[in-house]
């Protein structure tokens, strides 16, 4: 089985501020990993993902995330927020087989305050 | 573009009926699945497919049926929907890579 633990439900910051979203997962095989982004009223959107390769991953946005395979964390960072960056935001966890559904961590909010 | 399309964007039920929610996508994927979205507890799964006629349960199956008949098609069947049904439900698919989703379905049960 796999889990998916994001640390903090809520996550205000003031505009221009650095932030960390955390998430740590648990599995008992290879996974891939990605974070995604629910703006008000819209669909889920791709921020960034890890397949293989560098831990170090930038997407979209400014957003990058650090893959860290001993403490099971792949923790999501901007240096500097936008009001615009008010959403909600998904750590999600899939093996690399693909025999697995897909695991969501529970959502962080995160409320960029001017 | 590449797409996952549920039939769908705003569906208003009554209590007993039997609801169909369709899902098609058009990337070959082989797995697809079915979450509901409700605030404060996030996504969660109600069944997947790995295969054409193959499904499994997720977290949270019961009142849900649903039906992979051909391989880019999903549905998810409410077999008597109640109001505690009320709610978005997304439906993505992936080849052991990126998942794609869907805009969402919101279903209203009265």
């Known amino acids: 089985a796999q889990s998916v633990t994001q640390l903090d439900s809520q996550v205000p910051v003031f505009e221009e501020a650095p932030v960390e979203l955390r998430c740590n997962y648990s599995s008992s095989v290879s996974v891939y990993l990605f974070w995604y982004v629910q703006y008000p009223n819209q669909g889920l959107q791709l921020l960034l993902k890890?397949?293989?390769?560098?831990?170090l991953v930038k997407g979209i946005n400014g957003f990058e995330a650090e893959f860290n395979k001993s403490q099971t964390s792949f923790h999501l960072r901007k240096p500097s927020v936008h009001i615009s960056d008010t959403a909600e935001y998904f750590c999600?966890?899939?093996?690399?087989?693909?025999?697995?559904?897909?695991?969501f961590g529970s959502g962080t909010r995160l409320q960029v305050q001017p | 573009d590449v797409k996952v399309t549920q039939s769908s964007r705003y569906l208003v039920k009554r209590t007993g009926e039997k609801v169909f929610l369709e899902c098609v996508q058009d990337m070959d994927h082989e797995n697809m699945f079915w979450y509901r979205q409700d605030p404060g507890l996030g996504l969660r799964l109600i069944y997947f497919?790995?295969?054409?006629?193959?499904?499994e349960k997720g977290d949270i199956p019961e009142g849900y049926s649903v039906s992979r008949e051909k391989k880019e098609r999903f549905s998810l069947i409410l077999e008597s929907a109640s109001t505690n049904q009320t709610s978005m439900y997304l439906c993505?698919?992936?080849?052991?890579?990126?998942?794609?989703f869907g805009n969402g379905t919101r279903l209203t049960v009265t």
């Open positions: 993505a698919s992936s080849l052991g890579g990126q998942p794609k």
């Open positions: 497919s790995y295969d054409v006629k193959m499904k």
């Open positions: 890890y397949l293989s390769g560098s831990t």
């Open positions: 999600v966890v899939s093996d690399v087989a693909g025999r697995r559904a897909l695991t």
